[in-house]
């Protein structure tokens, strides 16, 4: 993987939040510098500034308005969805 | 084939009348906000969306319903913002030349639209309390 | 609850818009005449019934169907007679609180429909041929 | 079974054809006059006078325009109904 630095670097990403996961992180959209790492690491990063998150399986996400895989990493600028379990119908 | 996310109420009716005549069998499904969840009286409900996903997946599980139960169309509205008991929060219609792969095809549609499409309701009581599901 | 065998053509549209809020799912099913059978062309259908057996029958069974899924209501209606392709001949619509019961329950209804009830449908092709199912 | 005699009395009864079974028949009404027996057994005389009958099952018949029992014995004046395979939908 060239290109790709361990630690030191820090990346901006925007971390959008949908139906109770807004009420649980407080906002619809958050902003957060963070070093570089996968979908699944950032994911623990914000079950620990939004404790409530904790309590369910956050099986979806977004990166950048598409469906992602949680193990793809994370880069500058990157836009994260964080979808609660669906429930449409 | 169709696959619609929409905060305009949906309008019922035949949707296949004037597709060709090799149609034998027309299923449709609506899903209807009821007026009570959980036992306590709903004032209504709220949908929210990521539209731009919701609206790709649900095509994406028309396609998939289209080539495995050999469909000759399928339809798909989900209805989102605020939807009041008795209304209609989904619309699903499919049309095949024989019925077995109709009702097959249409119950699987709902059902990966309730699974996988980004979309989420809150319930908004009588009471004034709110919950999300 | 309605079963009905008609010489009108049947008109479709959502069937339990009145029918009160504990109503969370409805499932509609068409059946269309082709304009093929046994890959000749069709001319038109002519259904011929024993109109009282019929007519009882069918309330016989979505009676049986809405005891066994309980469902809210049940709607059958058979167009008999002259029947050209892209016409309708059976439309059968049910409603329950839940999805399960009523896909199965239409099916159910639809599938006891076609085994049970005494109607014969006649080919006429553009041929000029006929023939009895 | 009181009133039940064996032989000898003609019972009149109507025959009811619809479908295919018109054109096997020759007609929609055929009026007999036959010993007293069964459905069944009746069934199987008009399978001798309409050979066409024979190519396939019976299954569904009515008597007096109600659904019927094979084995129920015919009485004088009954209408007997001969259903077709159905192929309604």
Request: without cysteine; hydrophobic residues 35%.
């Given at each position: 993987m060239q290109g790709y630095h361990i630690g030191g670097k820090q990346m901006k990403v925007h971390i959008k939040y949908y139906a109770k996961y807004v009420e649980y992180a407080g906002a619809k959209i958050e902003d957060l510098e963070v070093e570089r790492m996968s979908i699944s690491d950032l994911l623990e990063v914000l079950k620990?500034?939004?404790p409530r998150l904790k309590e369910e399986k956050m099986s979806i996400v977004a990166l950048n308005g598409r469906f992602g895989n949680e193990k793809t990493l994370i880069s500058d600028?990157?836009?994260?969805?964080?979808?609660p379990p669906v429930s449409g119908g | 084939?169709?696959?619609?996310i929409q905060t305009d109420p949906i309008e019922v009716e035949d949707p296949f009348r004037d597709?060709?005549?090799d149609i034998g069998a027309v299923v449709t499904f609506l899903g209807v906000v009821r007026d009570k969840e959980s036992s306590?009286?709903?004032?209504?409900?709220?949908y929210e969306a990521d539209e731009t996903l919701a609206s790709e997946e649900m095509n994406k599980v028309l396609d998939e319903a289209i080539k495995k139960y050999s469909l000759i169309d399928a339809i798909a509205i989900h209805r989102i913002g605020i939807i009041n008991p008795g209304e209609i929060s989904l619309f699903v219609a499919v049309c095949s030349m024989h019925r077995k792969e109709s009702f097959e095809a249409c119950s699987f549609i709902v059902d990966s639209i309730k699974e996988r499409l980004p979309i989420?309701?809150?319930d908004h009581f009588i009471d004034g309390s709110e919950s999300w599901h």
């Open positions: 620990d500034r939004h600028g990157d836009t994260i969805s964080v979808f | 084939m169709i696959g619609s597709r060709g005549h306590k009286e709903l004032k209504h409900l709220f989420w309701k809150k």
